[in-house]
């Protein structure tokens, strides 16, 4: 069928995320506390995860949901996280059935688009209502958004694969000319 163009604000309502202070984060999980999301999870690896006291049910995110960096990084978009995010984060609450993995696909390609919303300051950051009024275009049905989100699945996953080849080679190349000029 046909692609429909919406508005982004006609696909989500946006959901800010939690405050929480730094002293109140604990690095060790606890009894009734849940992982806290915050802008470097989604920038460096390797960085210890955070812990709050659980706020409640109705600020959880599981691995299907979208949540975008409003302050800062703007417009990088997060997937895949279960747990509560940052106040500097926001979530996007689908309106209608879809498939997030597809959107996430697409709102990660027009994140270049969405930081030039932003303007320039000290601190980007996200107006919602100037990001609903982006356009998108998307597939009628929920098994084509799925067929799509699929297909470019299985190209991040060889891409990965492929990275650490390379990654491999320059390793034993690296072995290689240490053996041929040693210090």
């Not at 969405?114 to 998307?138: D, K």
């Amino acid at each position: 069928g046909e692609w429909e163009e919406k508005n982004i604000n006609d696909c989500f309502e946006f959901k800010q995320g939690v405050q929480c202070p730094v002293d109140l984060q604990a690095l060790q999980k606890k009894d009734g506390y849940i992982r806290f999301i915050r802008i470097i999870d989604l920038t460096q690896s390797g960085e210890p995860p955070r812990y709050i006291a659980d706020p409640g049910l109705a600020h959880h995110i599981c691995k299907e949901d979208l949540f975008m960096v409003r302050y800062g990084s703007p417009g990088l978009v997060g997937y895949g996280y279960e747990g509560i995010i940052a106040n500097n984060l926001f979530r996007l609450l689908p309106k209608f059935d879809m498939c997030t993995k597809f959107f996430k696909d697409i709102l990660t390609a027009l994140h270049k688009n969405i930081a030039a919303l932003c303007g320039i300051g000290a601190l980007p950051a996200i107006n919602f209502s100037t990001l609903g009024l982006l356009r998108i275009s998307l597939p009628p049905t929920i098994a084509e958004q799925q067929k799509i989100a699929d297909c470019l699945s299985t190209l991040d996953d060889q891409i990965a694969a492929e990275t650490e080849k390379l990654t491999a080679l320059k390793e034993h190349k690296k072995g290689l000319m240490q053996q041929l000029f040693p210090q």
